[in-house]
């Protein structure tokens, strides 16, 4: 098993900036990708950024150049970033900490980020 959890998220105003982290533990051998998804009111879930154990990284079209995903890969814990930049109303969402290990996805507890003045 896998437990995600997360924190950093918050109010901002547009323009801002919130970084959220995500804390992997349990068995995290072999975790491949990483990733954070979000879901607004109303809305299907969507992939924000993605990065696998080698690096490579993934984007949705609407974050691009504005948020950045990374990872640190510790003794018992990996740790997966998000740093959200130039923040607009329209990111307003539950964001959700994702893992996939041997074809399995498991899931954080969501937390809330609020863009708004």
């Known amino acids: 098993q896998v437990q995600l959890v997360e924190s950093g998220g918050g109010l901002v105003q547009p323009g801002g900036s919130l970084r959220l982290s995500c804390a992997a533990s349990g068995t995290i051998l072999s975790i491949n990708a990483m990733g954070w998804y979000r879901q607004a009111p109303g809305k299907e879930r969507e992939l924000v950024a993605v990065?696998?154990?080698?690096?490579?990284?993934?984007?949705a079209d609407s974050v691009k150049g504005r948020f950045t995903v990374s990872r640190d890969n510790l003794r018992n814990l990996i740790y997966l970033h998000l740093q959200m930049n130039s923040l607009k109303p329209e990111d307003t969402a539950v964001y959700y900490c994702?893992?996939?290990?041997?074809?399995?996805?498991?899931w954080g507890q969501g937390t809330q980020v609020t863009v708004s003045s």
């Open positions: 994702n893992a996939v290990r041997f074809a399995l996805n498991y």
């Open positions: 990065i696998t154990s080698g690096g490579t990284t993934n984007y």
